[in-house]
């Protein structure tokens, strides 16, 4: 019997940013962050045991090695696993994104996510939740080696709104869906500027965080700001909520901006995308709010009663094939098929 054992995580968008890690431990981030896991942008992926010398990846229609730079964080993260808990099976993994890779809607926190879930899946026969749990994996412990392959995968791996707690010590991380999927219909437009590689990752760019004059000015000010975004969404006050956002998002671009090595992720398109979006909403045109990852695409986080208004607004700027539509959503799925 040649079992397939797959997991679909979503993406997730945070609104605190985790942005720089603490130097002194793999993975400890310098800062709390929460997010919204969403519901569409995600990554299947699918695990099989086989006979061969290497794990084999397939992404889309291309297959990987452990030599091709672009997908190295894959093969390192197998090896992690397997060295840790002694797994010696080799893996026939399978994965597709249904959105672009490296285009600043976090690949990297679905990707890894779902690359850990299917592989443990795979390597202990676990058919769904209960079976990782009784192996020792439950959802914190999924999460704690989900963040060792990308900090932000840990957030993906529940749903709702999620913290992500750096804790005391590198080793009391703790992860929470503080509400879950159903507290409110907050819907995420992502409108893209640009589909290709970015020139500086993700995990550059946490090191460089750290040469900004404004990094420390920021990390003193977030416990206040994660309280007040915290009761703007316990409260569903979009306003609150959105103003916040919107700071958040351009702290974090003005830290990497004003880095030792600079970085500008947003190009001229989406700079003016950010004004105009502005503009509509003090003309009271549309209610809606971006946030920005590490990448040139803009989220437009609104209420679920404000989206056609919103849709329409956008489909007069631009190709409907450069927004994605999604929402915030339950978190990841397991699923099993004996053949
Ligand atoms: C976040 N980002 O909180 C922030 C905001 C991007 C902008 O976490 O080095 O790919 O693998 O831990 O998780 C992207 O960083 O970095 C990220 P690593 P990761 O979503």
Redesign the pocket.
Known sequence: MNANYSATVPS???FI???G?RPNAP?WPAND?L?MTLNQLATRTSARRYQGDDHSLRLGDRMYTRNDKQLG?TFVHLDRLALRFGFTQKLQITSTNSFPMGA?I?S??SG?AALTLASLMAWTDSKNWDDLERHGFDRTMLADLS?L?????C?SLFGGFVQWEAGPDPDSQRYASLFSDEHWALRDTVVLFSSEQKAV???AA?ELAWSSPLFIPRLSGLPERMELVKQAVADREIQALGLWLEVEALE?HAVIMTASQPVHYLNQEALQFLADLRQARQQGEIHAYFTI??GPNIHVIHEAGEHERLKLWLQRRMAADRLLHDSVGAGPRLDFQSE
Do not use: E, P, V
């Open positions: 997730n968008i945070a940013k985790y942005w890690k993975q962050s997010s964080k600043g976090a990297s926190a890894l963040r392959g990308s900090g932000s995968a957030r990752g993700s995990t946490h974090m990852d590490a």
